[in-house]
């Protein structure tokens, strides 16, 4: 049998130590006792978090309507962590720590998506001046397109929400140049061939009795986040964007807001993108497990042999 390999890592532990000293300090971490009297209570914490009054929120948990890490609550003198405890009312997230803010802007034409412009154009901190937490947009549209963009000071949500490979919906309305055609359409969701490869549309669809000989209004829906990524599949296929705005992001809705306005997401929007967090988290999860899982396989094989 060959010699127990003695490879060291970088914090000078074999695999076999570190794996064993990991699971020392998860042992050793002391667990939260939800009837301890250093927790906080449950109705108290959802009237922090906007949820219901302290008096609805104790009929919440009484109807079952809470959960805490997936359980349901029925007991009034119930505490939680509210760092690290997930609570949920009527199957929706909540989030907890109330320094978050969320808000949605309706971006105007002729606003870059940043919060300071070096070439001094018009930027988003006009929108954030009336907010006390330091606001960040989550993505960005270009100058000549409006819509719908988040701003927030959640740094992980805002990371979720931006990055292409979570796929967020967003949907988009473009007035384009010409009579678009049904096989056009067909064309969008079959996919359009770019420079950086094919592209393909999640949803597409001519808005009825929108087009004319001049222009055609489209609806199109897309997970990527490539950059003007709808500009360029519709001027592929020979229409180009005359007008552009971004009228949803994942469950979001720009609904009535005009040009220039903002306002709080409602608690269901922000329990949806919170849901869509915590999937992805578990996901991330998952794959850290499984690839921690293989190298202590791996060290075991290599101990073995």
């Known amino acids: 049998m060959a010699p127990k390999d003695s490879t060291v890592t970088s914090d000078n532990t074999t695999p076999d130590e570190d794996f064993e000293s990991h699971d020392a300090e998860q042992a050793e971490k002391p667990r939260f006792d939800p009837f301890e009297p250093e927790g906080v209570r449950l109705q108290k914490v959802l009237a922090a978090a906007g949820v219901a009054s302290r008096r609805v929120s104790e009929q919440y948990i009484v109807e079952g309507r809470v959960r805490v890490n997936g359980t349901v609550v029925r007991e009034l003198g119930r505490r939680i962590d509210p760092e690290n405890d997930l609570v949920e009312v009527n199957n929706v997230p909540v989030q907890l720590d109330t320094t978050k803010r969320y808000v949605v802007l309706n971006k105007p034409v002729g606003v870059v998506s940043t919060m300071a412009d070096e070439r001094g154009r018009a930027d988003l901190t006009q929108y954030t001046t009336g907010y006390e937490e330091r606001l960040f947009n989550v993505g960005r549209l270009d100058a000549e397109t409006s819509g719908l963009l988040i701003l927030t000071n959640d740094g992980d949500l805002a990371h979720m929400l931006a990055h292409p490979s979570f796929g967020v919906l967003k949907t988009y309305i473009a007035k384009v140049s010409g009579r678009v055609t049904a096989q056009d359409i067909a064309t969008l969701m079959r996919g359009v061939e770019l420079e950086d490869g094919v592209i393909a549309a999640d949803k597409a669809r001519l808005l009825a009795g929108q087009s004319t000989g001049d222009s055609s209004l489209v609806e199109l829906t897309l997970h990527s986040g490539k950059n003007r990524i709808v500009r360029r599949m519709l ?71």
Request: proline residues 4%; without cysteine; aromatic residues 2%.
């Open 235 to 305: 001027a592929a296929i020979g229409h180009p964007v005359l007008e552009l705005v971004r009228r949803q992001f994942g469950p979001v809705s720009l609904g009535t807001l005009r040009p220039g306005e903002t306002r709080e997401l409602t608690k269901v929007e922000l329990g949806e993108l919170l849901t869509i967090s915590r999937e992805v988290t578990k996901l991330d999860k998952a794959e850290r497990d499984a690839e921690r899982d293989s190298a202590r396989a791996a060290a075991a094989s290599e101990s073995s042999e």
